[in-house]
């Protein structure tokens, strides 16, 4: 499990790299929440992976899950969540402004 | 009582934000004063709490009283008291200035999207915990934003999806840095985690290694270091002017948890060792380097004054790289200095712009403007402090800086010749875009427009002024400044007294917690006794019914979790 789990983060964050590396907007965009995914796999593997556990901690009961990673991811989760919401509407404003979605900045328009 | 205080630097805009939009959505004037109101009682709270925090030990507010390191807490010591009274100072300026300038009514929300802003930077500052300084940094990134893209228009628009997405790439990085610390420390209070990381052994701390570098990245994406800055130049020189002079503060915030992580978590005697010096002090120089050139290269004055912050983020860290008590107060001179300047330069840069009309901040022939004399007197004292030269606080400044690094030649020599290279740019802007207007024949058809709808120049330059103000205030109350900062750098040099403040007596208080709370319990059950039994139970009280009641309870809830797990499964 560990193996399927680690390289599942691996290929979503390579995945992810390569996307927002792009010159256009929606691969960007894309390649946020790829990154994200990976970044919420990972937090979550961070309290160290077991099947089957209760995330609580009482008395006589010896294994239990971590429950401060799932707290956290689901912190994290809203939040990258929003701010997909975010990039997403700043895009469709700057592609409606300037008439393309290249994420660059042109020459020109560097200066104002 | 003083304790309570602690969280209200957060919680008074987080309140206001809301009401602005919500209650006072279609009035611009009501939004003005509560905006002035919010901000005028930060300050006043900001002032309070450093006053508060001079006096003694940091002091900390548990929220929802949850014992660390379990709960989230908020710290107060000198550093970060320090920070709340800059960006209170600052953020009341530049409302100021956006109701002076009119900028406010040039599309929804500015004060509302300003108080959020505050909330995120106090939040982050007052924060001990590493978790939740990730998400007050969230707080501030998504109202900066909001206040980036503010009036719209085509490259403002285009640098505020770059800014956006490189700030978005910044947090994934902030939540891999956390989750590896997490793994290998097993929490993420900030004083727990310096305790828990000093007791590593040395042979484990390839992880924790790794989680310090990678933290160290992310810090370095928001306080704009080398070779993490290239979001910068183009974010300031678009962003409204206003705007841009609130994230001088911004760059702080990196900064400020730089400094606050590599002298209390990750200190340089301990794990990790050199590991944040080494990181950081020769980024530094690139630093220090490119931006000052930048001010040299730049072709307008916001390229100039957007590189003048990469410069004094640049010196003020090579102060902080050194991690010695001296270098860092002399480090916390600097960035009050370069906070103030840095948002006066952006604010006269916006006064010029707006009278420029047609021109811009393009090094370009312009006619003369309205109001010309005065923002040239401003622009000479700005870059004068900026630059370093004598008699405004920049000067001070590095002089600490070179002082405290003494023998370090490569350092001084990099910090004076880069001092030079920006008095000639400065020289240059300053020349080109004021003094060339006496030369330039104005035709009577194409002059400079007066400042579109500001509704009060006169306040958008006061406001100005007191940031200038603000310099010179800092130059002459140098003595009692540094000898203030000296204190608080003596205080982050020695961790114990955070981590004291934080955890010290955590478990008696948990316990006392758990023993009152077993005491109302158990008078609540003597009532009840008393009251089926005829006030016969007068005399259990105290020690006899708690230590029944407690472990009744327990295998209450046992059964009670134990019926709730097996009601499913009867279901099914």
Known sequence: ?112 | MMEHWIIAPVLIPAMLAPLIVLWMRYDLVTQRVASILGMSALLVLAIVLMVSASMGPPEVYRLGNWEPPYGIVLVLDRLSALMLLLTSILGLVIVLYAIGSGWDKRGWHFHSLMQFQMMGINGAFLTGDAFNLFVFFEVLLIASYGLMIHGGGRARLKSGVQYVVYNLAGSTLFLFALGTIYATAGTLNMADLAVKVAEMPTEQTALIKVGAALLMLVFAVKAALVPLQFWLPATYTNAPGPVAALFAIMTKVGTYAIVRVYTLIFPITGTIGTLAHDILLPSAFLTIAIGMIGILGARDMGRTVAYAVIGSVGTMMLAFAQFTQGATSAGLYYMIHSTLTAGAMFLIADLVRERRGRWGLGFTDAPLMKNHGLMAGMFFMGAIAMAGMPPLSGFLGKLMILDATRGQWALWATVLVTSLIAIVGYARAGSQVFWRSYAVEAEEDDLPPAPKDASSPGLAFTATGILLAGSVALTALAGPASTWLQGTSAQLFTPSQYIDAVLAGAEERAQEAARIGAHEHGHMEVSEEMQAEDGHGGDANAADPHADTQPADQTDTHTGTETGQDAPAAAH
């Not at chain 1, 937090?43 to 956290?72: C, E, H, K, M």
């Open chain 1, 1 to 112: 499990m560990e193996v399927l789990v680690a390289s599942a983060i691996g290929v979503l964050t390579a995945a992810g790299i390569y996307m927002i590396l792009r010159l256009r907007t929606f691969p960007v965009v894309v390649g946020m929440s790829l990154l994200s995914y990976a970044v919420n796999v990972f937090l979550f593997a961070t309290g160290r992976l077991v099947i089957n556990q209760p995330p609580i901690l009482r008395d006589g009961v010896t294994s239990y899950t971590d429950p401060i990673p799932q707290a956290l991811v689901l912190t994290a989760i809203v939040i990258s969540f929003g701010m997909t919401a975010v990039v997403v509407m700043l895009a469709l404003g700057a592609f409606i402004e300037a008439g393309n979605d290249r994420i660059d900045l042109e020459e020109e328009e560097d200066g104002q």
